[in-house]
């Protein structure tokens, strides 16, 4: 045990005499946080809506008086009058409008005769998200137009009264998971298994591996010392990623040992999976050439930036073995829900498993020769 | 004893025999040098004796243990000095060493002094706590020196400890080498492919050429094994063509080697053949353009036994056609 201590405080040594380290892998994943976070959360507002009003009637008026009101309020889209259908479609297709309100010329004598009354959107379905919130909008506008100003006392409707049990969880906060995940990732490709490798280009493997450590010293103190450093940076995103995304009481003790124990288990999960995929590799070049697929490969299927759920079959697969996806859904129920370790306890069973698989793994495939 | 044994060792990259069954022995005391050029094979032997590379087939104990099967006793017994610089640049000396005296499984007490005492016997006890990467590269070597000798080896391997250094510095290394041995009863097995290193410090030598041994004896001895006691390195302009018989037939002549029209002729009488050599020309009317005498050098040994200058050898084989380095750098 004395020389994996050794090749520990090497390591160790060696990282306090430049901690950048630490700062390289939290800031692009902290630059990730809030730009993605602000990017994809917020709600969509100020579309243009063109408005074509062929009928004048008095219910048209009404639709367009309540179009006026989401302007003003939600904002979501402002209108814009237009007097024909084809300069109207023509700046639909420029862009200078998101989307178009047509009121048909025989509305108001629809509504009031009571058959099928249709008003038309149409999108530009190019910008799906655009298009949805437009759609949303008018969705709401309608159930308050039908809704009748007196409502019945009893009605045979089914209706659906959602209940949210956490406040309301803005994305940036949903983010912030996958976030602390990938600055452990980050401090794992470049911390990790990658120094033995930089040792390998330098020659200065040759001095240790002409003493008596084991295979297995050799790899459980590369990886000890990688998790070491990738605990730090874990905690310090953990703290600065809780204040940005505004996590409510972000300090709290008991969650802050919650998830150093999830911090811990991802990063001897991350490091050991670094160290199997890079036992054999001796050119420096190959860790920093593979580190954006990795990154793509583990992190999205993980359920970091949206939900497994939405998955093909074959992306649920790789969800299913990376240790990204465990990682990823205990710091969610930690950050987001303030569980118990109860509710953690197969993401830590896994990486735990997916650790010793990893470090059993390297230790069969490292050559202690030349 | 015997405390290096090497049978019939050979090593393979391919189609390539980069050491081609190797027998020689170590005994214990000796200062052993490997020579040769780069390319002969004298890295691929000493990481096969300290056990960073498997042999292809032979066997080889040293200390007494096999290098394959009980590798880890023979780690724990010797002292390596790889040719690479090996010292951590991030780290202060004596950090440096005080990791691989952990490595070594040094107790915590003994650990500090043996250290302070090793740094001071390489002149480095006042740059025990700066950081190596301010070091030049004589201070790294000796550095070098004392960590490979932090759990007290009495065998110690060295490979080309001086390439790279300056002049003075070699000088150095070699002191320190000195001295480290007669004072720790040390046992060395060094590489170098500087002749005159070799023929100083070194009990006994091995020739090595492509992976061959092709001559081991002591310096003197190698030295009186070949052809006459004097070189004369001669050339000349309008020499006749029949000049190297010529040559040959002059008093005390042991042997004579032409490359255009330079003449390297072994004698045993080194002045009494130049007097004859001058007459000769002036009968022949080849001008003499240049003529020196030398004692024979582990050059003129090297030359020899392997057919070709060191020098050449060296210039030759870059590491860029060197299939083992090669191999190296693809993993």
């Given at each position: 045990m004395h020389r994996v201590w050794a090749i520990i405080e090497r390591d160790l040594r060696r990282f306090r005499r430049s901690p950048v380290l630490v700062i390289v892998s939290i800031i692009m994943p902290l630059v990730q946080l809030i730009v993605l976070g602000y990017a994809f959360g917020g709600k969509i507002k100020n579309l243009h809506l063109g408005v074509v009003d062929e009928d004048h009637g008095v219910p048209a008026i009404k639709i367009r008086e309540m179009c006026q009101a989401v302007a003003v309020n939600a904002a979501t889209f402002d209108t814009v009058a237009y007097a024909d259908k084809t300069e109207v479609m023509r700046d639909l297709r420029d862009g200078k409008i998101n989307g178009v309100l047509n009121i048909p010329p025989n509305f108001s004598r629809k509504v009031l005769a009571g058959i099928n009354p249709q008003i038309a959107l149409v999108e530009d379905n190019t910008d799906q998200f655009s298009a949805s919130a437009l759609e949303g909008a008018f969705n709401g506008l309608l159930v308050s137009y039908n809704t009748a100003p007196v409502p019945p006392r009893e009605t045979n409707d089914v209706t659906l009264s959602v209940v949210e049990i956490y406040p309301y969880v803005p994305y940036i906060q949903f983010l912030l998971p996958g976030t602390i995940t990938l600055s452990i990732f980050v401090s794992a490709m470049i911390g990790g298994g990658i120094i033995f490798i930089d040792d390998k280009a330098r020659g200065l493997h040759e001095g240790y591996l002409v003493t008596p450590i084991r295979k297995f010293e050799l790899i459980l103190g590369f990886t000890l010392a990688g998790a070491a450093k990738a605990v730090i940076a874990g905690i310090v995103l953990i703290t600065v990623g809780s204040l940005i995304a505004g996590i409510p009481d972000p300090l709290n003790p008991l969650r802050l040992a919650r998830m150093l124990v999830m911090v811990v288990a991802t990063s001897m999960a991350l490091i050991s999976m670094m160290f199997l995929i890079m036992v054999r590799v001796s050119d420096p070049l190959v860790p920093r050439a593979i580190f954006g697929m990795l990154n793509t490969v583990l992190y999205f299927p993980s359920g970091a930036v949206y939900p497994t759920e939405s998955f093909p079959a074959w992306m649920k697969a790789i969800a299913v073995v990376d240790p990204f996806t465990y990682a990823v859904h205990g710091f969610k129920e930690l950050v987001?829900?303030?569980?118990?370790l109860a509710a953690i306890q197969y993401d830590l069973l896994w990486l735990t498993v997916f650790t010793l698989l990893s470090l059993g793994l390297a230790t069969a495939l490292f050559k202690r020769t030349l | 004893m015997l405390d290096i044994e090497v049978e019939h060792l050979t090593k393979r990259f391919g189609d390539f025999t980069a050491v081609d069954s190797l027998n020689f022995f170590v005994e214990h005391g000796e200062t052993f040098g490997l020579l040769g050029p780069n390319g002969a094979g004298k890295s691929t032997l000493i990481r096969m004796l300290t056990t960073l590379v498997p042999p292809t087939s032979g066997t080889a104990r040293v200390y007494g243990y096999d290098i394959v099967r009980q590798a880890n006793d023979v780690r724990q017994s010797i002292g390596v000095i790889p040719q690479a610089m090996t010292s951590d640049l991030d780290l202060s000396a004596e950090e440096n060493m005080s990791i691989f005296a952990k490595l070594y499984g040094i107790p915590r007490e003994k650990r500090l002094k043996t250290i302070r005492s090793l740094l001071a016997e390489v002149d480095l006890e006042k740059w025990a706590d700066k950081p190596v990467k301010m070091f030049s590269g004589g201070m790294r070597r000796r550095l070098e020196i004392a960590r490979g000798l932090v759990h007290e080896p009495k065998l110690f391997f060295l490979d080309e400890p001086t390439t790279g250094l300056d002049p003075v510095s070699r000088v150095a290394v070699w002191e320190m080498l000195s001295r480290l041995k007669n004072e720790r009863d040390l046992t060395i097995l060094v590489t170098t492919h500087y002749m005159d290193e070799a023929d100083k410090l070194c009990d006994r030598i091995a020739i090595v050429d492509h992976g061959k041994l092709v001559a081991l004896d002591s310096p003197l001895k190698l030295k009186a094994s070949i052809p006459g006691k004097n070189v004369l390195e001669v050339s000349f302009s309008n020499a006749p063509g029949n000049w190297i018989e010529t040559l040959q037939s002059l008093p005390d002549v042991v042997d004579v080697k032409a490359e255009e029209n330079i003449y390297r002729i072994s004698s045993h009488n080194g002045p009494r053949t130049t007097v004859a050599l001058m007459e000769a020309a002036r009968t022949a009317g080849a001008t003499i353009n240049s003529l020196s005498v030398q004692s024979t050098t582990l050059d003129d040994v090297f030359v020899h036994y392997t057919g070709h200058q060191l020098r050449d050898a060296l210039q030759a084989a870059t590491g860029a056609n060197s299939p083992f380095l090669l191999k190296r750098g693809g993993l």
């Open positions: 987001l829900k303030n569980t118990g | -």
